[in-house]
């Protein structure tokens, strides 16, 4: 009886390209990102998750045509994030084909944010995206504007903020981990996990199996998202998915 | 000639991914929000996401109801999607007890928050989950005609519709060890509480399915 993970790909997008960084710096253009939706969701794909890396910095989200593209021709859920900042925005993205949204920002800056769009599409399509990095003390703090600012609060305390606001569901990419390929931050996944009732997603650092199989064990992950070792075809969905059935993982046969 | 299918607009989710699949799947579809279009409908797709009362308002809102009933006396397909099946039932208690269509007889209960071990779940119950074939129920003359038993379809749900009626109650799925309704059928009235639109191949299937029902 033990829950289905899902495996989610992750494409970072920088105006029309696939993008991809190491530590959210040093991007590099891997091509378009009709042509990597397909190929995933063709390999099995259980969600894309769709991140505009720049969207915060210059305040406006360009995913829309994107987006409407691949849910043209995909058919598995799609959630986007980056420089979502309010209802109207979650509005246009949802009739150009997505489900979810993430947002970071716009949530740290003003929380009533995740109340206004929880209540107005539902707990499921509001999805808290948390950012984080270790602080000296060993805690770790949330960041926003793609991790370059410090927000001055502990990332694990305001995932309960946030789901106490409404969020249906809590993404996790660790700064540290994230483009590392050297796992992730299995620690801050778990105590995000067991703080909140909602599903974790966990994102940033996937380079093996070993790594899937420590977060959703220890880190008590519902929800992996890969990118770079899919961009850059070190492995592909149906791989990670045999793998991780192989070692016990429940996960929907393809 | 493309299947005709009639979509139910009423300002609720995402609706362009509900179209495209029944697109993909050979349909011709007309987005609507006119009740006309909904009692002269030859088949119609009632979708829904968020909550309960917020949707049965949404329709309430556009005087859809009537027309929706009248269309379901017909005995023309009729196809709910997630909180569109949740509408179906008699009852929902989600944020209060609220009154759905009534077409197929139960209430919409919260999904367990605790498995059968005592141990805390997840809610929403985001996923993908496998289709149970109930004891005694065919699959035959539904939009699970084409579905083996134990394929994943995707499901993101906090209430569950529990029928009366055994005889209603077409797929099940699980979680946390609880028998939970994943799909339910009266007649030409189906219900699914996943996504096909959001199932990949599988859901394009039973679209396909229902299209040629």
Known sequence: MNKSIRLIARLDIKGPNLIKGVHLEGLRVMGDPQEFARRYYEQGADELLYVDVVASLYGRSKLTEIVRHAAHDVFVPLTVAGGIRSVDDVTDLLSAGADKVAINTAAIRRPELISEIARRFGAQCMVLSIEAKRRKDGRWEAYTDCGREMSGLDAVEWARRGVALGAGEVLVTSIDKEGTRKGFDVELTREISDAVNVPVIASGGYGHIDHLLDVVERGKADAVAIADSLHYKRTTLDQVRAEAKAHGVVMRTV | ?213
């Open chain 2, 1 to 213: 000639m493309n299947s005709k299918v009639t979509l139910v607009d009423y300002g609720i989710g995402n609706i362009y991914s509900v179209r495209r699949a029944f697109e993909t799947a050979g349909a011709d579809v007309l987005l609507t929000g006119l009740p006309t279009d909904i009692v002269t409908a030859e088949r119609l797709v009632l979708p829904g996401v968020g909550a309960f009362a917020d949707c049965m308002g949404g329709l309430r809102e556009r005087g859809l109801i009537e027309p929706l009933l009248q269309y379901a006396a017909t005995g023309r397909p009729l196809l709910g999607i997630c909180v569109g099946m949740q509408m179906l039932a008699t009852t929902s208690e989600e944020f209060g007890e609220h009154a759905g269509l009534g077409l197929v007889p139960g209430r919409v209960v919260a999904v367990p928050s605790v498995d059968i071990e005592g141990q805390a779940l997840k809610i929403p119950h985001i996923g993908w989950t496998a289709l149970r074939r109930p004891t005694d129920v065919s699959w035959q003359q539904s939009p699970l005609a084409d579905t083996c038993e134990g394929e994943s379809v995707y499901v993101v749900h906090s209430y569950a519709l529990q029928p009366v009626d055994p005889a209603h109650r077409l797929a099940d799925c699980e979680y946390g060890g609880h028998r939970i309704c994943a799909a339910v059928r009266r007649d030409r009235i189906f219900g699914c509480q996943f996504h096909p639109e959001k199932s990949g191949l599988a859901g394009l299937r039973m679209i396909a399915r229902f299209l040629s029902s």
